[in-house]
């Protein structure tokens, strides 16, 4: 079997188009997240195309554009709580399976970016 990154398995750019847009559709409603997104997320759905693309393994569109990720650092201006965190996975996992990723690439995503909203907290309940 031949060896491909997340991002070739899942269906490269289409998928992560799918995934983004279905993600940020469920951000915009969620009480939770309102909050603290802009409302307009049209930028910020950008930016997370261009992040996840190479967060699984695709081209470095994100560093092209924005430079280091830096992603702890850009995340302080918001007050990111374990409600909040939760909040963004759920999004996350319900995107995924309307996106119709497979496993096993549904659970490897899952727990990726699991330690990436673990690393983002910086505000208690
Ligand atoms: C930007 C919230 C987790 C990737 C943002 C923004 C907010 C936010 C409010 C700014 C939006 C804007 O101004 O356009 C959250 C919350 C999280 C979370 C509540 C819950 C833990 C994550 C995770 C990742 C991520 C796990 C990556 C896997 C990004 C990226 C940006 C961003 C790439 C754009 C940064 C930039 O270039 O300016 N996030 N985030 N976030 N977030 Fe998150």
Redo the contacts with the bound molecule.
């Keep these: 079997i031949k060896h491909r990154n997340i991002y070739d398995a899942i269906g490269g750019s289409d998928a992560i188009d799918r995934i983004v847009t279905l993600f940020y559709e469920r951000v915009g409603r969620h009480p939770d ?1 309102i909050p ?3 409302d307009d997320l049209t ?2 759905a950008r ?2 195309r261009l ?1 996840l693309t190479q ?1 699984f393994g695709g081209p470095r569109l994100y560093e092209e554009d ?1 430079g280091h990720p830096m ?1 702890r650092r ?2 302080l201006p ?1 007050p ?1 709580t374990p409600t ?2 939760d909040a ?1 996975l759920h999004c996350m996992e319900e995107a995924l399976l309307e996106a119709n990723i497979q496993e096993p690439y549904h659970t490897v995503i899952i727990e990726k ?1 699991t330690m ?2 673990n690393h ?2 910086n505000t208690p309940d």
Excluded: S
């Design positions: 997240l603290i997104f802009p930028e910020t930016k997370q992040f967060f924005r992603l850009r995340h918001f990111i909040r965190r963004w970016l990436t909203a983002m907290m």
